[in-house]
């Protein structure tokens, strides 16, 4: 009998694995492909003096490390970064929140008005760039001519401090939208007897707002920032489209400098080791970020 | 019924693994079958063809080359093989080669710049000395692409470029040849102002043009453009005083002052649009590669439009055009000989010669071959007379790769007026130096 029970035991395990193996196996090994070798092989080459093509590999240590330290327009694109996730992560999620928040109030042509707003989030960033690029360059300056309005007739691409805004301002708007949806779920998953019972004690709209909505929004806070800031660290494709890093470098993100250095410079190694700060970099913001907001996150 | 469907959802997994994997070789196939002459093909004509032929897949930027003719002319001319052209744009083409690489699929003919460029791939190219084609040329031109004492590269072609005038507006003003020097140049815009005609237009958001392009007299015009260069990483030369480059910069501050107020943001396409509508008398920079889109799209601008010098000196015998050249290399493939064959006829046969000039109208290096303004256009027979009167140089190639955008920015922060002349190539000379 106790043999018996081991066997039985023994499929049960093989047939659990076996189970793990035909549902997980196939992501796994995607993910492993995809995901986790050009994340070790960029891992290996940041400490090498590759340069992308050569067969020639030299094992260089922690050199691609020290020059970046060195590396003005890689901090500088650091911080041009870490300020563009900073105004973008304010702006979608308040613009994102309020628009949700409205958008859950019995309104006629809801659906369609949530559809408007998600709508820029299907174009991809690089047809975004360039439609917007065409924007700031032709529309907007021949509106300026007929209007006089002094925002139109700002070279928006032209210099550093419009250029940041103008990026920011197209991420804001294609972005803006998906937020909202994610805002528009968390404000429908609040147990109505929660709200029903503060309008009962008396609270008026802003403070069941405050006391109630937003603390039992919390979980959709973690998610939306955590969100906003990976996606605002990589920026690229919007990046390219709309500044090409330009004027003179000064809207270069640091994924461009990246990109820059690996490709067009023929310095993988390097460039390798520069993702690999910013890797860790963004790591340290979102663990910090997750557990900031987590802990404010309420059971109900 | 659990394990049915646990069996049903992987097979669906793994089937879709595969077909995103069978889609892409199909795309290959695809893309294939369209680079062949008869597109209506079967698969199973199109396996017996590929069997039978041998294959040489050639990798260009040159996206708007007809290169369909050229492939047709090809394989009438050489039955057993089938050219598989893969065109790209030039903004991507380096990395999706290095893409290629990457996948073990390296194409056998590519084309290439000299210079660093040449340099980084040298290792996967096949020299080709004793290639007829070599022989066809003018040694300087090919000189260019020579590494280690062999040639890894034969030159496609030249770009030659300058200050496009269009000679309507200049005619208007009683200028019946282009300026020579930068006080002419100056005047030429004080006369097109008095007179109320448009000046110009300058392409100022690509700094890449000044350095690759407009930098070539700051460089060529010294016998040793390399050891000029490492003088500068040395430290024994200061740019701030030195002559050329100040007057790069004086050719700069003209075109700023006379030409549109968003030079920083005006891209080279922009420029090309407002050149084939003819709005603007002169275009800051731009040269004999606009020939094919000058004839689709404006073609009586070939009467009227003239490529003059980079007015940088007021002495007119100092200013020259440039002269870009564009080569082709052999990739070390398996297909070695047959790429090399390719080169061959298309660079050094009366055959190949014909197609490059008379469809992809492109100015050719081979001795003896005519160049008119039917086949090459008015730029490029004009870029070619400068090249005969000594009045063209060829673009320096030797920039460290990992300091040209920073140059580039150096340049722009000079246009934009946020750096000062002397900051600016202070800015440069500094760069140059972090190289040593």
């Known amino acids: 009998m106790p043999q018996s029970r081991t066997a039985q035991r023994k499929r049960k395990m093989l047939a659990f694995i076996g189970n793990e193996a035909l549902f997980l196996g196939v992501i796994l090994l995607c993910f492993i492909v995809i995901k986790i070798i050009p994340f070790l092989s960029s891992l290996i080459y940041s400490f090498t003096d590759w340069n992308g093509v050569s067969g020639e590999v030299t094992f260089t240590g922690l050199e691609n490390f020290k020059s970046m330290f060195k590396d003005k327009q890689f901090w500088y694109s650091m911080w041009f970064t870490a300020k563009y996730s900073l105004a973008t992560l304010i702006l979608t999620n308040l613009l994102g929140f309020f628009a949700g928040y409205f958008l859950t109030k019995p309104l006629r042509a809801r659906n369609l008005i949530r559809a408007g707003f998600y709508l820029p989030n299907v174009l991809g960033g690089l047809v975004l760039g360039f439609i917007w690029r065409f924007i700031f360059l032709k529309i907007i300056p021949a509106l300026g001519k007929v209007t006089g309005f002094p925002l139109f007739n700002l070279v928006w691409l032209g210099t550093p401090e419009t250029a940041f805004w103008a990026l920011v301002i197209v991420h804001v708007w294609s972005s803006m939208g998906f937020y909202m949806l994610l805002y528009v779920a968390g404000f429908m998953s609040i147990p109505g007897d929660c709200l029903e019972s503060a309008r009962i004690d008396g609270a008026s709209a802003w403070k069941s707002l405050i006391k109630v909505t937003i603390p039992l929004m919390m979980p959709t806070f973690t998610r939306c920032l955590f969100l906003s800031i990976t996606t605002s660290f990589r920026i690229y494709n919007l990046n390219l489209a709309l500044t090409e890093g330009g004027p003179f470098l000064s809207s270069e993100a640091v994924t461009m400098n990246i990109y820059r250095t690996a490709f067009t410079e023929n310095r993988m190694g390097y460039g390798s080791a520069k993702s690999l700060v910013l890797t860790l970099i963004v790591i340290v913001i979102t663990l910090i970020q997750v557990w900031a907001t987590s802990r404010k996150e309420v059971e109900f | ?436």
């Open chain 2, 1 to 436: 019924m659990k394990r049915v469907l646990a069996l049903l959802l992987s097979a669906l997994m793994l089937a879709g693994c595969f077909a995103c994997t069978s889609g892409s070789n199909e795309a290959v196939a695809q893309t294939e079958a369209e680079s062949t002459e008869d597109a209506t093909v079967t698969a199973e004509a199109q396996t017996t063809s590929a069997g039978e032929k041998r294959i040489v897949n050639v990798f260009t930027k040159k996206r708007e080359w007809d290169w369909k003719t050229i492939e047709a002319r090809y394989e009438a001319y050489n039955p057993e093989v089938d050219l598989v052209v893969d065109a790209t744009d030039s903004t991507t083409y380096y990395d999706l080669l290095k893409g290629y690489l990457a996948s073990g699929d390296l194409p056998d003919v590519i084309q290439i710049t000299s210079g660093s460029t040449m340099d980084v791939w040298k290792e996967y190219l096949v020299p080709l000395d004793g290639l007829e084609a070599l022989n066809t040329m003018p040694a300087d031109s090919t000189a260019e692409f020579m590494a280690d004492g062999k040639y890894y590269g034969v030159p496609l072609f030249a770009e030659l470029h300058g200050v496009i005038y269009n000679m309507d507006y200049l005619n208007k003003v009683g200028w019946t040849t282009t300026p020579t020097t930068l006080d002419e140049f100056i005047q030429l815009n004080e006369d097109l102002i008095a007179a109320g005609l448009p000046t110009g237009i300058c392409p100022w958001s690509s700094a890449g043009s000044i350095l690759g392009h407009m930098t070539a007299s700051v460089f060529s015009s010294h016998d040793d453009p390399y050891a000029y260069m490492n003088e500068i990483i040395e430290g024994n030369v200061d740019l701030t005083t030195d002559e050329q480059w100040n007057a790069l910069y004086d050719y700069l501050d003209a075109t700023l002052k006379y030409g549109n107020a968003d030079a920083l943001v005006t891209d080279s396409t922009t420029e090309r649009n407002a050149l084939y509508t003819e709005e603007y008398a002169w275009y800051a920079h731009d040269g004999s590669w606009l020939t094919p889109q000058i004839k689709a799209n404006n073609p009586e601008l070939e009467d009227h439009i003239a490529l003059g010098v980079y007015p940088f000196f007021n002495d007119a015998s100092k200013n020259k055009i440039g002269n870009s050249l564009q080569g082709m290399s052999v990739m070390n493939t398996a297909h070695t000989e047959d790429a090399k064959n390719f080169v061959n006829w298309l660079l050094g046969t009366d055959d190949g010669c014909d197609v490059l000039a008379n469809v992809c109208n492109v100015v050719l290096l081979k001795d003896g071959f005519e160049l008119t303004v039917e086949n090459v256009g008015a730029l490029g027979v004009q870029g070619m007379n400068y090249v005969a009167n000594g009045q063209a140089y060829n673009n320096f190639r030797g920039f460290p790769t990992e300091i040209q955008s920073a140059l580039m920015a150096a340049i722009q922060k000079y246009l934009a007026g946020t750096s000062t002349r002397v900051e600016s190539l202070a800015e440069i000379q500094a760069l140059f130096e972090s190289c040593k």
